[in-house]
Structures are given as C-alpha cells and as structure tokens.
C-alpha cells in the first residue's frame, strides 16, 4: 500500500488546515484509518482513527473538538479538518492503517506559528 499526504502549511494560532491523505494498493474500505504526527524530537503519535464505515471517530486528548476526520472509501481518501490550531500542533502529519501499518509515506509539514 501507498499513502500520500497533503494540504500541510505554515498557519497563524487560532487557524485552520484541511489534510488530505490519498491512498492505493489496499482494500481501504476494508480498513481503521488513522492520522498520526511527529514533532521535531518527539516519537510518533496517534490523532485521529475512523472506522470503516465513518460511523465513529476517535481523537486524542489534545485535540478532541478541534480536529474531524473524515474519509471517502469510494475515493480512497482520508481527510483531516483542523480548527482552532495551536503551537503545539505543529508537526509532519501522516495517514495509515490504524493497526498493522503500512509503508509511510512522506507526510505534510504543519507548521503553527505566528
């Protein structure tokens, strides 16, 4: 399977960010998909999961209310809406499965600064 991230960028605090993740080589419908991000020193870290039939989604701590993920199974394509956007945030974003992952691919830089 392959993943593509995009949609990244350099935002002011308090703005917002649509990702974009397409993927291929995989039965995505079949799949948990998830959002995950890596600060500059900091190991990996899980942000957001949906299930397979967008019913449900599930979010970290730090960004629970301010992020929505959403995914079109028919276009292979996983999204991630982020709102109110906080210094912290800043990271490279990467989409995957949500357990048994894949290849990365390269991932989006967001960048949370004024």
């Known amino acids: 399977a392959q993943f593509v991230e995009s949609g990244g960028g350099l935002v002011q605090p308090g703005g917002s960010l649509t990702l974009s993740c397409e993927a291929s080589?995989?039965?995505?419908?079949?799949?948990?998909m998830s959002w995950y991000r890596q600060a500059p020193t900091k190991e990996r870290e899980l942000v957001a999961t949906?299930?397979?039939?967008?019913?449900?989604?599930d979010y970290a701590k730090s960004v629970k209310g301010r992020f929505t993920i959403d995914r079109d199974n028919a276009k292979k394509t996983l999204s991630l809406r982020m709102d109110s956007l906080k210094p912290e945030d800043t990271a490279v974003y990467f989409c995957?499965?949500?357990?048994?992952?894949?290849?990365w691919g390269p991932g989006t830089q967001v960048t949370v600064s004024s």
């Open positions: 080589g995989l039965d995505f419908e079949r799949y948990p």
């Open positions: 949906i299930y397979r039939l967008s019913s449900s989604a």
């Open positions: 995957n499965t949500r357990w048994d992952h894949f290849d």
